[in-house]
Antibody, heavy 117, light 110 residues
């Protein structure tokens, strides 16, 4: 059974930094592209970043470009999202999802990031 | 323009057929397959349909999908009480160079 377990969400002040982690199990992590999708309170889903399986090519939406960096450690079956220069509008539940170019076939339970002073 | 447009809400009664539309453009739906996600209240999204009309294991066959031109549709053939949820279409967008979600449709079962 595929499992994705996010962690690292917290309350952080504007301008601060945070690193999210997503530990994967139940599939060959190194063979699958992975993504981060966020959902602001009461809003819809927004894909923000993804990373390919083997080459590690990264993709990022313009709204977080230069502030967020996705990475992966295939030896630890872990996906990361390094977030800096956080803004109140970055407040959301952040989901780790398996997939990128095609579809997201598995999702984690999400981790809440709150940016507020 | 990188936007997928869905109706914000819809409703139906038990057993009714319900359709949710998703309108895009030549940079997304016209050239890429569409996927649908179901998000029950307070839970993470779940893949409902992929590649326009394929159901993952465990998804009831009352859920179906189609795509034509720059539009796609999700059809629930006979609405059940447990289908009350938010539904999102999604596809790859060539301008965005990434996946794009629709704004979501809240389905209420009356």
């Amino acid at each position: 059974e595929v499992q994705l377990l996010e962690s690292g969400g917290d309350l952080v002040q504007p301008g601060g930094s945070l690193r999210l982690s997503c530990v994967a199990s139940g599939f060959t992590f190194s063979s699958d592209a992975m993504s981060w999708v966020r959902q602001a309170p009461g809003k819809g889903l927004e894909w923000i970043s993804g990373i390919s399986a083997r080459t590690g090519t990264t993709y990022v939406v313009d709204s977080v470009k230069g502030r967020f960096t996705v990475s992966r450690d295939n030896s630890k079956d872990t996906l990361y999202l390094q977030m800096s220069s956080l803004r109140p509008e970055d407040t959301a539940v952040y989901y780790c999802a398996k997939g990128l170019r095609n579809w997201f076939d598995s999702w984690g339970q999400g981790t809440l990031v709150t940016v507020s002073s | 323009q990188s936007v997928l447009t869905q109706p914000p809400s819809t409703s139906g009664t038990l057993g009714q057929r319900v359709t949710i539309s998703c309108s895009g453009s030549s940079s997304n739906i016209r050239t890429n397959s569409v996927n649908w996600y179901q998000q029950l209240p307070g839970t993470a999204p779940k893949l409902l349909l992929y590649s326009n009309n394929q159901r993952p294991p465990g998804v009831p066959d009352r859920f179906s999908g189609s795509k034509s031109g720059i539009s796609a549709s999700l059809v629930i053939s006979a609405l059940q009480s447990e289908d009350g949820a938010d539904y999102y279409c999604a596809t790859w967008d060539d301008n965005l160079n990434g996946p794009l979600f629709g704004g979501g449709t809240k389905l209420t079962v009356l």
